[in-house]
Antibody
Framework: EVQLVESGGGFVHPGGSLRLSCVAS????????MNWVRQAPGKEPEWVSY????????HYAGSLEGRFTISRDNVNYLLSLEMNSLRDDDTAVYYC????????????WGQGTVVTVSS | QSVLTQPPSVSGAPGQRVTISCTGS?????????VHWYQQLPGRAPKLLIF???NRPSGVPDRFSGSKSGISASLAITGLQAEDEADYYC???????????FGGGTELTVL
């Protein structure tokens, strides 16, 4: 079964840091580009970051202002997101998402991990 | 304000047909980038319904169809069922933002 399982979410004060992890299974992880997408309560999904299959290219939403870093370990089927200088508006469910080969649709989503930033 | 514009809500009776529009601009849909559609049930992750403008993943009923023209795209749902009640989002790529963008979402109510 194709599966993505996120972990690492939690409660953090403004200015703090968190590292999210996503373990993939059931498909050849190294063949796929991956993304992080977040969704604040009651809002639409918001794309956060992209990494290609071999970590040659990474992209980030402009609103992040360089605070987040995406990485992957193809040997261990692991995707990560390092988040620093967290702000209240980073509060959201964070999803690990697989990108469809040949188009940039998001065909597999994890269950999400909740990040709450509050003083 | 979302880069892709969707109506906040649509509704229809069981068995009817509804459409959900998604309007972008020359830097996303109008630039030729594919449009994808997702269904999100309460408390669940979004699920891919349509990819590459018109394609259905395996397991998605053929009651769901997508189209694209110019700077807009549409999702059509025929033979509306109670289980279709959900939020629907469109998604594309924007070259001025160098990343994916989503519509604001449309809440479908089955009357």
């Amino acid at each position: 079964e194709v599966q993505l399982v996120e972990s690492g979410g939690g409660f953090v004060h403004p200015g703090g840091s968190l590292r999210l992890s996503c373990v993939a299974s059931g498909f050849p992880f190294s063949d796929y580009s991956m993304n992080w997408v977040r969704q604040a309560p009651g809002k639409e999904p918001e794309w956060v970051s992209y990494i290609d299959s071999a970590s040659r290219a990474t992209h980030y939403a402009g609103s992040l202002e360089g605070r987040f870093t995406i990485s992957r370990d193809n040997v261990n089927y692991l995707l990560s997101l390092e988040m620093n200088s967290l702000r209240d508006d980073d509060t959201a469910v964070y999803y690990c998402v697989r990108e469809t080969i040949g188009t940039n649709g998001f065909d597999v989503w994890g269950q999400g991990t909740v990040v709450t930033v509050s003083s | 304000q979302s880069v892709l514009t969707q109506p906040p809500s649509v509704s229809g009776a069981p068995g009817q047909r509804v459409t959900i529009s998604c309007t972008g601009s020359s830097s996303n849909i109008g630039a030729g980038y594919d449009v994808h559609w997702y269904q999100q049930l309460p408390g669940r992750a979004p699920k891919l319904l349509i990819f590459g403008n018109t394609n259905r993943p395996s397991g998605v009923p053929d009651r769901f169809s997508g189209s694209k023209s110019g700077i807009s795209a549409s999702l059509a749902i025929t033979g509306l069922q109670a289980e279709d009640e959900a939020d629907y989002y469109c998604h594309s790529f924007d070259n001025s933002l160098s990343g994916s963008v989503f519509g604001g979402g449309t809440e479908l109510t089955v009357l």
